[in-house]
T-cell receptor, first 112, second 118 residues
Framework: EDKVVQSPLSLVVHEGDTVTLNCSYE??????LLWYKQEKKAPTFLFML????IEKKSGRLSSILDKKELSSILNITATQTGDSAIYLC????????????FGAGTILRVKS | NAGVTQTPKFQVLKTGQSMTLQCAQD?????MYWYRQDPGMGLRLIYY???????DKGEVPNGYNVSRLNKREFSLRLESAAPSQTSVYFC?????????????????FGPGTRLTVT
């Protein structure tokens, strides 16, 4: 059974803190891992990772994949209240062709 | 360019009633998807359509049917709603093609439909 597990389930930090969100997976025929940010409504795409050890970066957000450990981390530095959201990890798995299997998400709340 | 649109935004049904959720995309994407999102469970794939004219079951298809009306539109039907179908439903699309599966795996999501079945 393909599975994606995210940790922690929820997190409260203060503005300016750095956070690390984790995603681990067990899937058949891994192809890629994606991170999404979900605020009030639809998830919006952040990163797609296919190769181990190569960091993807966008502003204060960065992410890296470790295929040996079957995991990925999403880092957010100098957090702002606008970073408050659910962060979803998804893996492109063999079970449904190239469809995505999502983790339950990490709820991040940044306090001012 | 509206992206992915869904209607309605909210709906309350009684057990046994039927309804259809509508989804349309204007990005000329090949693939479309229906997910449900429940607290603590992330997004789960209900049905997907890899291209116009094809549909396939996802992880949780029971109690649902879909129609890929044309390349733009993909609807989800609940024939006899049950309280267990209370959820937020998202439609998504991607450019994923049959030959170039690596390109365009990124999915774009609609704003969601919050459905309550009493």
């Amino acid at each position: 059974e393909d599975k994606v597990v995210q940790s922690p389930l929820s997190l409260v930090v203060h503005e300016g803190d750095t956070v690390t969100l984790n995603c681990s997976y067990e899937v058949t025929n891994f192809r890629s891992l994606l991170w999404y940010k979900q605020e009030k409504k639809a998830p919006t795409f952040l990163f797609m990772l296919t190769s181990s050890g190569i960091e993807k970066k966008s502003g204060r957000l960065s992410s890296i994949l470790d295929k040996k450990e079957l995991s990925s981390i999403l880092n957010i530095t100098a957090t702002q209240t606008g970073d408050s959201a659910i962060y979803l990890c998804a893996v492109e798995a063999h079970k449904y062709g190239n469809k995505l299997v999502f983790g339950a998400g990490t709820i991040l709340r940044v306090k001012s | 360019n509206a992206g992915v649109t869904q209607t309605p935004k909210f709906q309350v049904l009684k057990t046994g009633q039927s309804m259809t959720l509508q989804c349309a995309q204007d990005m000329n994407h090949n693939s479309m998807y229906w997910y449900r999102q429940d607290p603590g469970m992330g997004l789960r794939l209900i049905y997907y359509s890899a291209s116009e004219g094809t549909t396939d079951k996802g992880e949780v298809p029971n109690g649902y049917n879909v129609s890929r009306l044309n390349k733009r539109e993909f609807s989800l039907r609940l024939e006899s709603a049950a309280p267990s179908q209370t959820s937020v439903y998202f439609c998504a699309s991607s450019q994923t093609g049959l030959l170039n599966w690596r390109e365009g795996i990124e999915q774009y999501f609609g704003p969601g439909t919050r459905l309550t079945v009493t």
